[in-house]
C-alpha cells in the first residue's frame, strides 16, 4: 500500500497485510490487519511505530517515495514486534535517528530487539519534544496490554497516535473509516481479545485524553478516526461497568446429550427474552466468543465428561474467558456424564478471575430426560430472575 497524507505534512506509511489470518499463533484475523506507521516531517523528521518485519521492505518503500534520506526520531509507543520490529532496520539505514520512548518501552526495546542504550531518548509522562513548528507530546498509557505502552499527541495537529489502543484488525484500502459498523465489530473483537483485561487501565486512559482536543485518532491497525467520537463512544460502552441481558453459552457435544440439553436450553432462554449466544467449540471463532463475553451477564458452559473432567476443548475455552476477565455477573454448567467424575469442580475451578455467583448446575447422567429439561427449566427462571433490572 503505497503513501497517503493525512494532514499536509503527516503522512500514513505503513503496511497493510492482507494476507495474515493468526496473530501470536493464537489470535483469528479475518479481515487481515494493518502496521500503521506514521512520518511526521517539519524541520526535524519523526517516524511514529515501524510495521512487523515481514513488512519491513513496505516501510521503507513508502519512506523512499516521500524522498526521506534523514529521520530524527523514532517514536515507539510500544514495544511489541508488530510495531518495534522494523525499528533496527531503520536505525540502520537512517544513522542519526534516535529511539524516543519511556523507560519501561526502552527496557524491553533493549531487550527484544538488542536495540543499544546510546540510540534511545527517554521521555516522561506528558514531556514534549519540538519537530520545529510541531509538538509531540507522550501520555503515558502503560497496560493498553502490555506495561510499556504510551500515546503520542501532535498537538497542532491534534492527532492523537495510539497504537494498539482503538486499533482493529482490519485490512482496508481506505485509510479513513468507511464503514463504521464493520469497524465496531472488529475493534469490539480487538478490545475484547487483548484490552479487556485491562479494563480497569482503560477506564483511566479515556479519563486521561477526555479533555485532549482531537480531531484524529490514528491506531496502528486497522482504519483510522476522522470521527473519534465514534470509537470513544464504542469503548465506553464496553468498558462501563454495565452488563447486558445476555447469555454465553459454549459448548462441546460428542455424543449427542449435552447438545440436546444446550438445544432445549437456548429455546428456554429465548422463551423468556434473554439474548442467548451459543459457541459450538468444534467450528467457532474464539475472537467471536471473545466479542460476546464483553457485554455478557451470565456464561453458562456446557460439556460432556471425557475421561474425569471437561472435554479438552471447552478447558481451553474456559481458560481464555477466565484470562480475559470479561465483567460477567454468573456463570453455570450444564453437560452429561457417562459413569461419573469431576466436570463440575473442574469448571468453576478455573473461574478464579470472575467475579461470578456460580448458580445450580444441571448435569445428566446419560441422555436427558423429562426431569433434566425441567431442572434446566428451573436454571433458565433462575437466570431470568438474576437478570431482572439488566437492560
Ligand atoms: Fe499491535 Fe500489542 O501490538
Known amino acids: 500500500m503505497s503513501v497517503r497524507e493525512i494532514k499536509p505534512d503527516i503522512y500514513w506509511v505503513g503496511a497493510v497485510d492482507w494476507d495474515r489470518r493468526l496473530f501470536d499463533e493464537l489470535i483469528p484475523l479475518p479481515d487481515g490487519t494493518s502496521y500503521n506507521s506514521y ?29 526521506i534520506n534523514n529521520i530524527d526520531f523514532v517514536i515507539a509507543n510500544h514495544a511489541e514486534q508488530d510495531h518495534s520490529g522494523t525499528i533496527p532496520k531503520i536505525l540502520g539505514l537512517y544513522p542519526n535517528a534516535k529511539v524516543v520512548t519511556n523507560a519501561k518501552c526502552k527496557d524491553m526495546l533493549k531487550e527484544l530487539l538488542l536495540i543499544p542504550d546510546d540510540r534511545f531518548i527517554t521521555v516522561s509522562d506528558r514531556e514534549t519534544i519540538s519537530l520545529g513548528d510541531k509538538t509531540l ?31 482493529s484488525h482490519i485490512a482496508a484500502s481506505e485509510l479513513f473509516v468507511k464503514d463504521e459498523t464493520k469497524v465496531y465489530e472488529s475493534a469490539k473483537r ?31 491497525h486497522g482504519p483510522v478516526y476522522n470521527r473519534p467520537e465514534f470509537i470513544l463512544n464504542a469503548y465506553k460502552e464496553w468498558i462501563s461497568d454495565e452488563v447486558k441481558n445476555e447469555v454465553v453459552v459454549p459448548y462441546i457435544s460428542m455424543h449427542g446429550s449435552t447438545r440436546k440439553m444446550v438445544d432445549y436450553f437456548v429455546d428456554a432462554l429465548i422463551k423468556r427474552g434473554i439474548t442467548v449466544k451459543p459457541f459450538n467449540l468444534t467450528k467457532t471463532d474464539i475472537g467471536e466468543l471473545a466479542i460476546a463475553l464483553v457485554d455478557a451477564a451470565t456464561i453458562v458452559i456446557a460439556s460432556p465428561t471425557v475421561l474425569v473432567g471437561p472435554h479438552p476443548n471447552v478447558i481451553y475455552a474456559v481458560y481464555l474467558a477466565n484470562a480475559l476477565r470479561p465483567k460477567l455477573k454468573f456463570a453455570s454448567v450444564i453437560g452429561s456424564y457417562g459413569w461419573g467424575g469431576k466436570m463440575v469442580e473442574q469448571i468453576t475451578g478455573m473461574l478464579t478471575n470472575l467475579k461470578v455467583e456460580v448458580l445450580e448446575p444441571v448435569i445428566v447422567k446419560g441422555y436427558p430426560m423429562e426431569e433434566n429439561f425441567k431442572a434446566l427449566d428451573r436454571l433458565a427462571d433462575e437466570i431470568l430472575k438474576k437478570h431482572e433490572g439488566i437492560s
Do not use: Q
Request: hydrophobic residues 45%.
Open 137 to 167: 507530546e507522550f501520555i503515558f498509557a502503560p497496560w493498553v496490554h502490555w506495561p510499556d505502552t504510551m500515546f503520542t499527541y501532535l498537538k497542532e495537529g491534534k492527532i492523537l497516535f495510539t497504537c494498539d489502543f482503538f486499533g
Open 39 to 67: 512520518l511526521i516531517k517539519d524541520k526535524k523528521i519523526a517516524l511514529i511505530d515501524t510495521v512487523d518485519p515481514s513488512k519491513e521492505d513496505e516501510l521503507i518503500n513508502n519512506l523512499k517515495k516521500l524522498y
Open 190 to 220: 480487538y478490545y475484547a481479545e487483548i484490552m479487556m483485561p485491562f479494563r480497569t487501565s482503560i477506564k483511566k486512559h479515556l479519563e486521561r485524553i477526555k479533555d485532549l482536543e482531537i480531531e484524529i485518532i490514528a491506531p496502528s
